[in-house]
């Protein structure tokens, strides 16, 4: 029977998946499979979403490993975390974001769940929506910035809904179209579902100003919408967890009660431990017992529960005085060092010869920035001068190295000088 089952397979016999196509390869993900294979010795990976220091290595934080060497003498069993994860975890990373805002922490109205990282969050908050939510229309739309993270309209596909897009990025001149992005706002159906970026836009590094977030709060509260934030890069985006907050803490002032999906790969570089959190602001106690009852019920057929290990590292950190006085000078450090990247490529140009005006980079914030490059542009730096970038122009500065910065303006104003 064997014998005939390979002489069948070697004769070219179709299988049970014969008819599954093969899928397009993850952006990011072939970027970097490109650069690993590239043998040239001053190629330069700008794609990849994970911080680097100034030798372009990944980076353990100190607060991470003291925390990590503390759990590791506690000697702490392996048992299943809750559904919704470790409820000290849950109460310190509602804190980080809400702290005070609107009482909402103190009289007990925010529902939350771990998850696995951000994207995990933003999943379980799309199903919770396409479970309870009363769109007010039949394909269930959710408004995505754009441009927006190439992950978000795959998720809230996946979830049944219909991501659309509403005006966020003005490329004439590298900033927010703000008057473009209220106008939308305010023409969607009345109680439409709203994606906003809490800080640290990705892909283009854009982000309103504290006055027009204000605006912003005014309009969805009109507009009845429901607010759905990403907040990916609390404290890694400025510097300060209380500054990358405002948004969020802002809107739950004024009375409106967001989503909210909260990520520690960044911030605490716990990439690969998948540690993330998604919070529901409720009208009451009452209310937010039932959603967290919900999220448990989505969560338990998806992955049981979440992982332990990274949720008690950021536990640990969170939890102790000295380690979360360490971790917050460590953000400052990171937030430092891809500030003066983008001060440095912008000196770099100017060095090379580029007289165009560079001064979005240094306007931008965060781990992102929207060069401008067109794609034409993009295919000459990753075939010409070996640098990896995103075909939308977008650049990682934590790829930019005191080493390499020169060499990737050079790159920049040799592809963009005759434009």
Not at 95 to 102: P, R
Not at 175 to 180: A, C, I, Q, T, V
Not at 221 to 228: D, S, Y
Not at 353 to 368: E, V
Request: include cysteine; aromatic fraction near 8%; glycine fraction near 8%.
């Amino acid at each position: 029977m064997l014998r005939v089952s390979r002489a069948l397979q070697s004769a070219g016999a179709k299988g049970s998946w014969a008819s599954v196509p093969m899928g397009p390869p993850d952006a990011i993900l072939g970027l970097t499979q490109a650069f690993l294979k590239d043998t040239f010795p001053q190629k330069v990976n700008l794609g990849v979403g994970a911080y680097r220091n100034d030798q372009g290595k990944p980076v353990v934080l100190d607060c991470v490993r003291k925390a990590a060497d503390q759990l590791h003498r506690e000697d702490l069993n392996r048992e299943y975390s809750a559904i919704d994860g470790d409820a000290k975890f849950r109460a310190l990373t509602a804190d980080l974001a809400f702290d005070k805002a609107g009482g909402v922490i103190q009289d007990q109205r925010v529902a939350t769940a771990q998850t696995l990282s951000g994207t995990g969050a933003l999943r379980l908050a799309a199903d919770f929506l396409s479970k309870f939510y009363k769109f007010p229309t039949k394909d269930k739309q959710v408004f995505l910035p754009t441009p927006t993270w190439g992950n978000h309209g795959k998720i809230f596909e996946a979830a049944g809904l219909t991501p659309n897009g509403y005006a966020y990025y003005d490329p004439s001149n590298f900033g927010l179209n703000f008057g473009g992005m209220q106008e939308a706002i305010d023409n969607m159906p009345e109680g439409s579902v709203v994606v906003l970026h809490a800080c640290a836009h990705n892909p283009t590094g854009v982000d309103p100003s504290p006055e027009q977030w204000r605006d912003l709060a005014k309009l969805t509260a009109e507009r009845n919408h429901v607010v759905l934030f990403d907040m990916a890069y609390q404290g890694f985006a400025s510097g300060d967890f209380d500054h990358d907050a405002y948004a969020v803490r802002h809107f739950v002032d004024q009375g409106i009660n967001p989503l909210l999906c909260q990520s520690f790969a960044k911030n605490m570089g716990l990439y690969g431990e998948r540690v993330g959190m998604c919070s529901v602001v409720t009208a009451n106690q009452q209310e937010a017992n039932a959603v967290s009852s919900q999220l448990k019920i989505i969560i338990r057929p998806g992955y049981s529960s979440p992982p332990i290990n990274g949720a008690r590292i950021a536990t640990q950190v969170m939890g102790n005085d000295s380690l979360r006085a360490e971790w917050k000078e460590q953000v400052v450090q990171m937030a430092t060092r891809m500030r003066a990247m983008r001060e440095s490529l912008v000196a770099a140009l100017a060095q090379a010869g580029s007289t165009r005006d560079w001064s979005h980079l240094t306007d931008q914030i965060g781990m992102f920035a929207f060069t401008g490059l067109t794609p034409a542009q993009v295919d000459a730096m990753v075939n010409e001068h070996h640098i990896y970038l995103t075909q939308d122009g977008r650049v990682s500065i934590a790829g930019i190295t005191p080493t390499n910065v020169d060499y990737i303006a050079q790159s920049i104003h040799k592809v963009t000088q005759d434009s």
